[in-house]
């Protein structure tokens, strides 16, 4: 079955930087696009990164743009979300989605806290 398993998020400063992976399985990987979606307490789940099945394109929204870069490698069935310059309006919890066939596949999420 499909298996979406987040690691990477914690504790950070403003102004630092994480690097979330996602490591997947049940699936042909490198056949599908995958992507980062954020959700914050109280509000909608908003995607903050899309990448391509060959990684050649990627999608940010404005509220991301220049500071996180989504990239993947398909001969480990993981992609990366690299966040720098992070702001305290980027806490949330982080989720690894897979867009399989019509049916989204999600990981359980790792939390992102920025805080002094």
């Known amino acids: 079955q499909v298996q979406l398993v987040e690691s990477g998020g914690g504790l950070v400063q403003p102004g630092g930087f994480l690097r979330l992976s996602c490591a997947a399985s049940?699936?042909?990987?490198?056949?599908?696009?995958m992507t980062w979606y954020r959700q914050a307490p109280g509000k909608e789940r908003e995607l903050v990164a899309r990448?391509?099945?060959?990684?050649?394109?990627?999608n940010y929204p404005d509220s991301v743009k220049g500071r996180f870069t989504i990239s993947r490698d398909n001969a480990k069935k993981t992609v990366y979300l690299q966040m720098n310059s992070l702001k305290p309006d980027d806490t949330a919890v982080y989720f690894c989605n897979a867009p399989i066939f019509g049916t989204n596949y999600w990981g359980k999420g790792t939390q992102v806290t920025v805080s002094s």
């Open positions: 049940g699936f042909t990987f490198s056949n599908y696009p």
């Open positions: 990448i391509s099945s060959n990684g050649a394109s990627t």
